[in-house]
């Protein structure tokens, strides 16, 4: 039986901190604020980073209504490249990071960190004590990318979190 990425790459314990990473190309990408135009392309975004389970679309125009301010953007000024949700527990103690998407096509460029690291910048600033998320654990990409800036995992994989056969890595940063 093949590890868990969580069974393959152990926490290395220690919390970093990330600069904002430049592009590699030289096109010019812009991270914002999500707007009401954007929703057609936060939608398409979501599909294709997620094919099997996106967000139904009213679901998505919903979050944009009640979270708009938690949602930003990576437009390359042609469309959406990715983006990441994060909403405030109501005491603002903790911050789940709902959803980090970057297109298949350019995932691995390092646009998600972009995304994370901003978000994670924000977050410090309003004092929030604590972030977290659920990954699926053989999702090595996304656990390594999350353990390179400070999560992790100590209550290992969570079975059924998600329902029946629907398990997730719950994974911490102290900020």
């Not at 209504?65 to 959406?80: F, M, Q, S, T």
């Not at 924000?122 to 929030?128: A, K």
Request: contains cysteine; negative net charge; proline residues 6%.
């Amino acid at each position: 039986m093949t590890p868990f990425p969580e069974e393959r790459f152990p926490s290395v314990g220690r919390r970093t901190e990330q600069a904002f990473l430049a592009d590699r190309t030289d096109r010019h990408l812009t991270l914002r604020g999500i707007t009401e135009a954007d929703l057609p392309e936060l939608l398409r975004v979501d599909r294709e980073a997620f094919p099997e389970e996106p967000y139904p679309t009213f679901v998505l125009r919903q979050l944009c209504d009640i979270h708009g301010d938690r949602i930003l953007v990576l437009d390359d000024g042609e469309g959406l490249l990715g983006y990441i949700l994060f909403v405030n527990t109501s005491d603002g103690y903790v911050s789940w990071i709902m959803s980090l998407a970057v297109t298949p096509h350019q995932q691995g460029h390092g646009l998600g960190r972009r995304l994370m690291v901003e978000a994670l910048r924000r977050l410090r600033t309003e004092s929030v004590h604590q972030v977290r998320l659920t990954v699926e654990p053989t999702n090595a990409a996304a656990i390594m990318l999350y353990r390179s800036l400070g999560f992790s995992s100590e209550q290992g994989v969570l079975k059924d979190y998600f329902g029946p056969g629907e398990h997730r890595l719950l994974m911490t940063l102290a900020l």
